[in-house]
T-cell receptor, first 112, second 113 residues
Framework: GEDVEQSLFLSVREGDSSVINCTYTDSSSTYLYWYKQEPGAGLQLLTYIFSNMDMKQDQRLTVLLNKKDKHLSLRIADTQTGDSAIYFCAESISNAGNMLTFGGGTRLMVKP | DGGITQSPKYLFRKEGQNVTLSCEQNLNHDAMYWYRQDPGQGLRLIYYSQIVNDFQKGDIAEGYSVSREKKESFPLTVTSAQKNPTAFYLC????????????FGPGTRLTVT
């Protein structure tokens, strides 16, 4: 079955790195995603990684995928107050029509 | 300016009334989706449509209905049969060959009292 789990909350100081973790259970995931949601807004696609990759870097964002442990992480370098938001991990599975299954979200709070 | 619009941003209804939430996109995307978000939870799929005049139930379709008469529009009706309709509703769209690349609207917060 599909299940995506994330810790609820993370607090960091401005300028530090943030690492948001996610675990998933379906080994047939095709893509794994990170979305950002600011208060009262929709979700913004930050980045995604194909399941045959183990790392993807995009400016301040680094995604690491450990397929063996079914663990995905998002590292934000030099975290800024504008990074404060809820971050959702999601997976899509090709034999489920590529529909997305979302984790519950991690609220990142960045303190000045 | 391409994007997805949802209106209104906030909606209030009395229990027992049907209410329709609007979703429009000008991204020329074939696929559209409706999700429900409850506090502290992830998104759950209500309905999706991959082509005009066709749509499929998601994980929590009971108490909801949709239509897809135009490519640009995918309205969601929350019926009186939905037991717990108060939630944040998000619409998304994607190209048909890239259903993994979904773009979201700003959401509608529905409160039913």
């Amino acid at each position: 079955g599909e299940d995506v789990e994330q810790s609820l909350f993370l607090s960091v100081r401005e300028g530090d790195s943030s690492v948001i973790n996610c675990t998933y259970t379906d080994s047939s995931s095709t893509y794994l995603y990170w979305y950002k949601q600011e208060p009262g807004a929709g979700l913004q696609l930050l980045t995604y990684i194909f399941s045959n990759m183990d790392m993807k870097q995009d400016q301040r964002l680094t995604v690491l995928l450990n397929k063996k442990d079914k663990h995905l992480s998002l590292r934000i370098a030099d975290t800024q107050t504008g990074d404060s938001a809820i971050y959702f991990c999601a997976e899509s599975i090709s034999n489920a029509g590529n529909m997305l299954t979302f984790g519950g979200g991690t609220r990142l709070m960045v303190k000045p | 300016d391409g994007g997805i619009t949802q209106s209104p941003k906030y909606l209030f209804r009395k229990e027992g009334q049907n209410v329709t939430l609007s979703c429009e996109q000008n991204l020329n995307h074939d696929a559209m989706y409706w999700y429900r978000q409850d506090p502290g939870q992830g998104l759950r799929l209500i309905y999706y449509s991959q082509i005009v005049n066709d749509f499929q139930k998601g994980d929590i379709a009971e108490g909801y209905s949709v239509s897809r008469e135009k490519k640009e529009s995918f309205p969601l009706t929350v019926t009186s049969a939905q037991k717990n309709p108060t939630a944040f509703y998000l619409c998304a769209s994607s190209p048909i060959l890239k259903t993994y690349e979904q773009y979201f609207g700003p959401g509608t917060r529905l409160t039913v009292t």
